[in-house]
């Protein structure tokens, strides 16, 4: 009887751990305006309906949708943070090279890219305007990335 006791002990023990472990594993989840971290913000909008649909992705590897039809954020995915080390460089790397460029057109597209008092964005649109292809590239990826 006295083992099977301490055996129960010992299995109550185990369960115990291993519950603790698992709930520290978890991911803590962060706002947009809540997050310290870099963000990368893209989308689209204007047109005669004034719409506008953005993603922002958080470097511990959230991603939030938002309309202007819908007035908060919805998570809609969650990437593992080493998966978007290499999208956070690009980005960096890209609005170093353009800084603040702000020529929207009736229908315009953006990706901006904040991390701290750092703030750089990119605004486009105008068929007129020439927009640098690896802006457009870069875009194009953040696009496929949140699909």
Known sequence: MQHQFSILKFSIFILLI????????????YTPDNFEGAQIV???????????????????????KSTKRQKSLEEKHRF???ELISIFEECKTLMSAYDI????GNLYYFISYKHGE?????????????????VLDFYKKLQSLVQ
Do not use: H
């Open 42 to 64: 893209f989308g689209s909008g204007g047109g005669f309906t004034g719409a506008l649909d953005k993603y922002l992705i958080l470097e511990n590897g959230q991603v939030f």
């Open 118 to 134: 750092d703030k750089s964005r990119i605004v486009w649109g105008d068929d007129r305007q020439d927009v640098a292809p690896e």
């Open 80 to 82: 593992k943070k080493k």
């Open 101 to 104: 460029m702000e020529e929207p």
């Open 18 to 29: 291993s519950g603790l472990t698992l709930l520290s594993c978890k991911t803590k989840s």
